[in-house]
């Protein structure tokens, strides 16, 4: 091999996915027994769009095929908050002594039926909805105008129907820093929330126990 060349790398071996290798690159999964499972993957799918943006951000000239990796970071990250967020607002109700019957949440990857389910309970819990909510919604919407079920920037087809294009909907040019700037801003505001409702609870939660223990 000439010097400077790469080495490419080949299954001419016997190779193990989760095999030990460089420590230096060694991913400790551990840490999520401890933790809030979800708060793990709330973090990486957060993380790896602002890594992909930042990428981005250096060298555009790829920007068209990082569309696709940043975008669906983004999406799947506040699939997951708002999936989180809809349990969280059950039990802020139940503590603060109000009706906990939230609906189950729809299957599959939707964003605008999920955010439809969050919306009122937000509406009980912290009053009259700020001009936060609604600037959220509609970015929300226009996220599921886009991509209703979670496939646009997954996949080239959609599954049974390898003659269309799941991009039908896309507009023909996407600027990257407004998508991530926006999907930024949406993060900030639902991840804020959940961790207003963490605290609530903590706190209430607390505050049931040493009741109980002073009984």
């Given at each position: 091999?000439?010097?400077?060349?790469?080495?490419?790398i080949w299954?001419?071996?016997?190779?193990?996915?989760?095999?030990?290798?460089?420590?230096?690159?060694?991913?400790?999964?551990?840490?999520?027994?401890?933790?809030?499972?979800?708060?793990?993957?709330?973090?990486?799918?957060?993380?790896?769009?602002?890594?992909?943006?930042e990428r981005?951000?250096?060298?555009?000239?790829?920007?068209?095929?990082?569309?696709?990796?940043?975008?669906?970071?983004?999406?799947?990250?506040?699939?997951?908050?708002?999936?989180?967020?809809?349990?969280?607002?059950?039990?802020?109700?139940?503590?603060?002594?109000?009706?906990?019957?939230?609906?189950?949440?729809?299957?599959?990857?939707?964003?605008?039926?999920?955010?439809?389910?969050l919306r009122?309970?937000?509406?009980?819990?912290?009053?009259?909805?700020?001009?936060?909510?609604?600037?959220?919604?509609?970015?929300?919407?226009?996220?599921?105008?886009?991509?209703?079920?979670?496939?646009?920037?997954?996949?080239?087809?959609?599954?049974?129907?390898?003659?269309?294009?799941?991009?039908?909907?896309?507009?023909?040019?996407?600027?990257?820093?407004?998508?991530?700037?926006?999907?930024?801003?949406?993060?900030?505001?639902?991840?804020?929330?959940?961790?207003?409702?963490?605290?609530?609870?903590?706190?209430?939660?607390?505050?049931?126990?040493?009741?109980?223990?002073?009984?």
């Amino acid at each position: 091999m000439a010097e400077g060349d790469e080495e490419v790398i080949w299954p001419n071996r016997p190779r193990s996915i989760f095999a030990e290798g460089p420590p230096a690159f060694a991913a400790n999964t551990g840490w999520l027994a401890d933790t809030p499972k979800p708060y793990g993957y709330l973090a990486a799918y957060r993380q790896a769009a602002e890594a992909i943006f930042e990428r981005i951000s250096k060298d555009a000239s790829s920007r068209e095929i990082w569309l696709f990796p940043l975008a669906y970071a983004w999406r799947h990250h506040i699939e997951l908050l708002l999936k989180e967020l809809i349990p969280l607002s059950s039990t802020v109700l139940f503590l603060r002594g109000q009706d906990d019957d939230v609906p189950a949440q729809p299957e599959g990857h939707p964003i605008l039926p999920l955010w439809i389910r969050l919306r009122p309970l937000l509406g009980r819990i912290a009053g009259p909805g700020a001009v936060e909510v609604d600037h959220v919604d509609c970015l929300l919407r226009e996220l599921h105008g886009i991509d209703s079920t979670g496939v646009a920037f997954r996949y080239a087809t959609p599954s049974r129907q390898p003659d269309t294009t799941t991009l039908k909907g896309v507009p023909h040019t996407i600027n990257l820093y407004v998508l991530h700037e926006a999907m930024t801003a949406v993060s900030n505001y639902l991840d804020a929330t959940r961790t207003a409702f963490e605290s609530e609870i903590e706190v209430r939660g607390d505050a049931l126990s040493a009741l109980g223990q002073s009984e």
